[in-house]
C-alpha cells in the first residue's frame, strides 16, 4: 500500500480509538452511564477526539514525513473518515452499553 493509504486507514483506526476512549472517559467522570447523558460529556468526548487527532498526526509525522511529497498531507489525509469513524463508534459503543 502507498503511504497516503496506510495514514488513511490508521487515522480510521485512530477514530475507533478516540471513540472508545470517549466512552470510557464519560464512564470514568460518571457523565454518561445506562440511564442518562450529561451535555457536557460530548465535549469532553469531542476535546479528547481532538487530542487523539493531534497524536495521531505526531505518530504519522514520525513514520511516514520520508515518505510523502507534501508534508501538508500528513495533517488532512484521513480527517474525514476519522471524524466520521469516531462519530458513528462513539453511538455504537454508548447504545451497547445503554442497551
Keep these: ?20 476512549a470517549s466512552v470510557g472517559l464519560g464512564l470514568a467522570t460518571n457523565t454518561i452511564s445506562a440511564t442518562k447523558i450529561q451535555s457536557s460529556a460530548f465535549f469532553n468526548s469531542a476535546m479528547l477526539a481532538i487530542i487523539v487527532y493531534v497524536l495521531s498526526y505526531y505518530f504519522v509525522k514520525f513514520r511516514f514525513a520520508s515518505k510523502v511529497q507534501k508534508p501538508q498531507k500528513l495533517m488532512t489525509t484521513g480527517i474525514g473518515i476519522y471524524i466520521l469513524a469516531w462519530i458513528v463508534f462513539l453511538i455504537m459503543f454508548y447504545t451497547l452499553i445503554a442497551g
Design 1 to 20: 500500500m502507498k503511504p497516503l493509504e496506510i495514514i488513511y486507514w490508521l487515522r480510521f483506526g485512530f477514530g475507533i480509538l478516540a471513540a472508545f
